[in-house]
């Protein structure tokens, strides 16, 4: 089939009001940014209170359907075709051509719904669904009409210009179009969990920001590739990533010379939240996001998050906190992370981490363990931050 324009679909109830234009804006320009990737020319507007993307050349239909599937706000995707306004029997003619083309199979019900937006056509809505009702029976006796619940819902919608002719809907992945939420830091690594989080947390519209702490020479240029890979795939639902590589191997030295080995991990994910917490200020971010998910390993008991959570006063999102890891690992393939995760490569946690790490860490004895670090620490914490290398992943 030759669709000419795609008409875009998306929930009505989070845009009543003001919000409304702000919403749609938000969706053509991250329709715009995933139509930039496709081979061909796309012309996106908003018109009559609804998003249409018109083809201006030709295109490769999967291609698009792709690309708009990765834009959130999107709830549907409908292929458009369209005809000129030849009278009515041209109309019928189109509109069987049509059915044929996109349902070999006949055995089904169906309802044609009119909608008249040139008032002056010579024959109003119920009319038109009517008699093309009748036609379409006439064509194939085995197609049945439904009008609570057809198979197939048939609309011709009469513009000005073009009769337009569409009947599927292409579900769309929801959500909230970036750029409507506001900013947040991602806590980037290379593992399974943290791109899946900065996925669910762009899909409330939320632009990304992120963060990924390497620790050369104990982490190498492939373990730091394997993220950028990572962001990679993740702009392509959130638009263009700004990561921040942060060297932390200093600061991790440093702890492990001065502080139990068996707190190392949960006071250097304290220094990863403050720095994280210190980049997003800087950046607009007003929140940052982390992978954890509740009883995964050691550093993510309830005691640990809170022992982590302490040194922040922004927000922390951890949208995975409640899912099991089948759950997550279903999520990473769908979004396609899930072959890039699992690559292995070392990560700097896995380096310095104790045989038996606290469960149950103290907030107390860990900041006690802290001021081990004194000032040295702040000294290689502005250098870990003023050393940042950041790098544009769209
Ligand atoms: P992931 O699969 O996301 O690596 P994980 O199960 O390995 O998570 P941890 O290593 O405890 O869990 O890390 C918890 C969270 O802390 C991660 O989801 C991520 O948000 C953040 N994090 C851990 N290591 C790094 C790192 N090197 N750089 C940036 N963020 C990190
Ligand atoms: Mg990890």
Redesign the pocket.
Known sequence: MNYTSFLIKYAEIAIKGKNRYMFEDALVRQINFALKKVQGEFSVGKTQGRVNIECMSDYDYDEVVSALSCVFGITGICPVVHVEDEGFDKLAEDVIKYIDEEYPDKNRTFKVNCRRARKNYPMDSQEVNMEMGSRILDAWPEMKVDVHNPDILLTIEIRDDKIYIYSKIIPGPGGMPVGTGGKSM??????????V?GYMIAKRGVKLEA????APPYTSERAKQK?VDLARYVSKYAGPVRLHVIN?TDIQLEIYEKCPHDEL?IIM?RY?MRI?EHLAKENGCLSL?????LG??A??TMQSLAATNEVCTMPVFRPLIGFDKNEIIKISEKIDTYET?ILPFE???TIFVAKHPVTKPNVNIIKRSETNLSETIDELFKKAVETDEVIVVS
Do not use: K, N, W
Request: aromatic letters at 8%; hydrophobic letters at 40%; proline letters at 3%.
């Open positions: 991602l806590l980037l690594s290379g593992g399974i969990d943290s791109p989080a963060v990924y702490f390497h993220v932390f991990t994910r990863m994280a996001i982390t992978g954890e998910s995964q390993v550093s993510q995760s990560d700097c946690c």
